[in-house]
């Protein structure tokens, strides 16, 4: 059993960066893939970003490429989501998700978080 647990949003201005992060308790942390998404007010949810369960190999949706970089620390159990050049766009709750392979399609995850609010502001 895994569950996400996110931190790190709040209130920022456009160009600001915020660093979430997503504290899974279970030993098995290593060998899940960990993904963000995020949903605006009104949208679908989206695909942020995703890292394997080594670390290797990341993943990132348009809209985030070369802004956000996703991250992870085994001994910590925790996945991090550094978010830089924010814009008002970026507004949404983010959500983690565990699963166990690197996909865009949320119905690949399993486990999810709470979700945290990120608000930037123009």
């Known amino acids: 059993q895994v569950q996400p647990v996110e931190a790190g949003g709040g209130l920022v201005q456009t160009g600001g960066s915020l660093r979430l992060s997503c504290a899974a308790a279970?030993?098995?942390?290593?060998?899940?893939?960990m993904a963000w998404f995020r949903q605006a007010p009104g949208k679908e949810r989206e695909f942020v970003a995703a890292i394997n369960w080594s670390g290797e190999n990341t993943y990132y949706g348009d809209p985030v490429k070369g802004r956000f970089v996703i991250s992870r620390d085994g001994t910590k159990n925790t996945a991090y989501l550094q978010m830089n050049s924010l814009k008002p766009e970026d507004t949404a709750v983010y959500y983690c998700?565990?699963?166990?392979?690197?996909?865009?399609?949320?119905?690949?995850?399993?486990?999810w978080g709470q979700g945290t609010q990120v608000t930037v502001s123009s």
């Open positions: 998700a565990a699963g166990n392979i690197a996909h865009p399609t949320e119905s690949r995850y399993t486990y």
């Open positions: 279970t030993r098995t942390f290593t060998t899940y893939t």
